[in-house]
């Protein structure tokens, strides 16, 4: 199994939830079940995207070249629980929207 | 010597000096396609169509669309995503063979020829090096499925729905009925439940008071009845006087004691339901007629007091796909109805129109479409009138008394995205739009559009909810892409927005105008590129209604977060083609941690959220608030919540047989309070979405019911 982590790319004018060109390859440790992980480095402007959200990590694997998994990385956002009503709207990413 | 015959057609093709490619035989026998043939009109046909020409949200099978969407993908690939999708919302609940049988029928229905190996389902063949689009005359001769809507023989869909005799089935009068009058619907009775959201306001808010936060915990089950199966239900009971209207599958309709729950009439219209397609989801009441907009695109007046039918309009021709789920309404003596499944390529085009309450005659209507000449005619990027379709009219309008005016919803233009329809940057009118109506005569007064030339599926179409504050009359409503709208209703400008839901699909929203623009690759996409679409087509917002409290200024939202990437599928601009031309693919909405479920509560003075609270399972329920300070919503896991309105805490719940559905309600009789929510099938997207999302849900393909609660007597 592959691990790919694809960036978005912030000048694209493209955000959270589109699919953009990948960015990294990751090496990770191999294996079908429980954790797996790898480490890269990111300079100053990918380090801005990953804060933005505009990150996400892509499992593919032989079957499915193109993707299995995604996963969007998001800014830590606590979860109080299913139908624990929370002031406000909550945790709520936001597209660059400008009004 | 079917060989023979094929390459004899290809010679015969080159001497014509028309192009041609052989096809190779497909990878199915004779027995599986024949076999199929049954199985897809048992399972599949209710949507699709006995000539797979598909209809609504279900795309076409056969035929130029349905190559176009896939002859270039292999039928592994379309094995897999019947197999794991279908029947819609219930998918992988066929066994193998079955699938492998309706692939095979689909395939040969687009002039696939069988072969000699039986189709696996795991054969890397493309789709377009077998099948042509075109129909073999002997398939063609065999149709005798009925059309959706259209009654008749034929084998019926596998969601089971009772072989009954239709028309007056139970007989019996109301011991009383006092006619309903423009002044009860302007200001309805405090126990009564006269209209799709209650109130002309479209609030979905109870003045009863005697359920309260403090003993909402007590609610006890009072009575239940088991409505019609076979179809999906999204009913909004009806109440005035103590009796209780429901509208079930096959279009009937019943009269029950609200207090017992005892039958008094029942009136099965017809003709019989499909899965997708089942009931409509309000009745309407005036004078001392009950009005049934059905599925077949048909209008019924029913005498109250018995059921029996006075008399009965044509809307529109279901045999050309039109339908009616989204209820009616009646102002100052008419009934007001919208249409549906305006989404093939003719010369007819959707609208609102009104009928006489006591005659049926047509008063008017208002076309949803712009054509050529017309205002607004010139924001199709100048196709021809017939391949201007959508902008249907599904969710009932709302009134001001005070103006004379009825404010409806649109939903999106057909097919689904600016490629497909080949509309470019135009905004498409009257789609996606607030129409303020005259009702007497169907003049439109202003317009407003929420998102010029969409591209989703993210139909805003829903619930008009009218709200003053202070002098200003103002008009709130949400659609799929989440963006709660506040329009002056008087005027049709522009007055503010709120985002409650993550969404991408647009990149600015004009502060003064309210105009929004889309993203720069969704403007410049192109037919086959896979689009990010937050929300998706269930929303954001969907019907599941909304909820307005006068008492806190609060508007409860039902939302969902899911997200798709959306291709354009190119669509033959040609008389009777038509779909919706998008394929889709599921992905959970970031951020949101694989909770589809969002009940928000905003103030729609300032905007601003109070709370919000999220859950797994999506709302499959409109909200109801009361006086008393609760609310109710229920969800696709079948669980209904009592909630202070003004916080969100749960403060009772229970559990019903298969998902909450339609429109809860409250009404009074011999002054105690009763709650009736319903749970139900079908729902679209909303219920779709889930089904693929959240396999570790489970819940019944059964169990259409009403059930009615109460505080104990003591």
Not at chain 2, 423 to 434: K, Q, R
Not at chain 2, 491 to 512: C, H, L, M, R, W
Request: a neutral charge; hydrophobic letters at 35%.
């Amino acid at each position: 199994m592959d691990l790919d982590v694809f960036a978005i790319q912030h000048d694209d004018g493209l955000g959270i939830g589109i699919p953009g060109p990948k960015a990294f390859d990751i090496s990770v440790t191999q294996g079908t079940s429980g954790m797996i992980w790898g480490s890269l480095t990111l300079t100053r402007k990918q380090l801005a995207d990953l804060r933005a959200g505009r990150m996400y990590v892509q499992i593919n694997s032989e079957k499915a070249p193109d993707g299995n998994l995604t996963g969007w990385l998001l800014p830590p956002h606590p979860f109080p629980g299913e139908g624990v009503p929370v002031a406000g709207q909550g945790f709520l990413p936001q597209f660059e929207v400008k009004k | 010597m079917k060989k023979q015959l094929l390459v004899s057609s290809v010679l015969a093709a080159a001497l014509l000096g028309v192009s041609a490619i052989a096809l190779e035989q497909g990878p199915f026998t004779t027995d599986q396609s024949g076999a199929g043939r049954a199985l897809y009109a048992a399972n599949c046909g209710a949507c699709h169509g006995a000539t797979l020409a598909g209809a609504g949200e279900a795309p076409p099978l056969a035929g130029s669309t349905f190559l176009a969407a896939w002859g270039n993908r292999t039928t592994e690939e379309f094995y897999n995503l019947v197999k794991a999708s279908m029947p819609y919302g219930n998918g992988n609940s066929l066994d193998a063979d079955t699938y492998r049988r309706i692939v095979a029928y689909v395939l040969a229905y687009n002039g696939a020829q069988p072969g000699t190996k039986p189709l696996t389902g795991s054969e890397n063949v493309k789709i377009n090096t077998i099948a042509d689009g075109k129909t073999p005359p002997a398939l063609l001769a065999q149709q005798t499925t009925p059309a959706r809507g259209g009654g008749g023989g034929g084998p019926r869909p596998a969601t089971y729905y009772p072989q009954t005799r239709l028309g007056m089935t139970v007989t019996g009068t109301l011991p009383t009925y006092n006619p309903v009058t423009d002044a009860m619907l302007a200001k309805p009775a405090d126990g009564d439940w006269l209209m799709y959201r209650r109130n002309y306001q479209g609030w979905s808010n109870s003045p009863l008071k005697q359920v309260t936060a403090g003993n909402v915990k007590n609610l006890q089950l009072q009575w239940s009845w088991a409505m019609n199966d076979g179809g999906a239900a999204q009913v909004t009971p009806i109440v005035h006087d103590g009796i209780m209207f429901l509208s079930g599958t096959a279009n009937t309709v019943q009269a029950l004691n609200a207090k017992t729950g005892e039958l008094i009439w029942e009136n099965r219209i017809g003709p019989p339901p499909t899965r997708a397609y089942g009931a409509t989801r309000s009745l309407a009441l005036y004078g001392d007629k009950v009005f049934v907009p059905t599925t077949d695109a048909k209008l019924y007046a029913l005498e109250a007091k018995t059921g029996k039918i006075v008399w009965q309009a044509v809307i529109e021709n279901a045999q050309e796909g039109y339908s009616n789920t989204g209820g009616a309404m009646t102002i100052r003596g008419k009934v007001l109805v919208g249409l549906t499944y305006c989404n093939r390529y003719q010369t007819k085009h959707c609208f609102i129109s009104a009928y006489d309450t006591n005659t049926g005659k047509v008063a008017w209507r208002f076309k949803t479409i712009a054509l050529k000449g017309e205002p607004g005619g010139d924001t199709w990027n100048n196709l021809p009138d017939e391949f201007r379709q959508g902008a249907e009219t599904w969710i009932a309008g709302t009134y001001d008394p005070e103006l004379n005016t009825t404010y409806w919803g649109t939903a999106q233009s057909k097919p689904w995205t600016r490629a497909s329809r080949g509309t470019g940057a135009g905004a498409t009118l009257y789609a996606n739009s607030t129409l303020a109506l005259d009702p007497d005569t169907g003049k439109l007064k202003w317009h407003y559009s929420h998102a010029p030339g969409e591209n989703f599926d993210l139909d805003e179409v829903f619930e008009r909810v009218l709200v003053d504050h202070g002098s200003s009359k103002d008009v709130l409503t949400i659609g799929k892409v989440g963006v709660l709208w506040k329009l002056n209703r008087v005027t049709g400008q522009y007055e503010d927005s709120a985002q409650t839901v993550f969404q991408n699909v647009f990149d600015k929203i004009d502060p003064k105008t309210g105009i929004p623009t889309y993203r720069k690759d969704v403007l410049d996409s192109k037919i086959g590129d896979w689009i990010s679409s937050c929300p998706g087509p269930a929303g954001g917002h969907d019907w599941p209604a909304t909820s307005y409290d006068p008492n806190s200024d609060l508007m409860i939202i039902p939302l969902h977060q899911s997200c798709v990437l959306m291709r354009a599928e190119p669509m033959e601009k040609k008389i009777g083609v038509g779909g919706n031309a998008g394929s889709q693919l599921l992905f959970e909405m970031p951020g949101t941690d694989g909770n589809l479920g969002r009940l928000s509560a905003y103030n729609t003075s300032t905007m601003k959220a109070a709370w919000s609270f999220q859950q797994k399972a999506p709302f499959l329920t409109g909200v109801l608030t009361t006086a008393g300070g609760v609310g109710f919503v229920g969800d696709y896991d079948r669980r209904v919540r009592g909630f202070e309105t003004a916080t969100g805490k749960t403060l009772w719940q229970t559990r019903l047989p298969t998902a909450a559905q339609g429109h809860i309600v409250s009404y009074a009789v011999d002054g105690k309070q009763y709650i009736a929510i319903e749970s139900g099938l079908g729902g679209g997207s909303p219920v779709g979405k889930p089904a693929t999302l959240l396999p570790g849900i489970h819940n019944p393909n059964n169990g259409n019911a009403i059930f009615v609660f109460a505080l104990p007597d003591n």
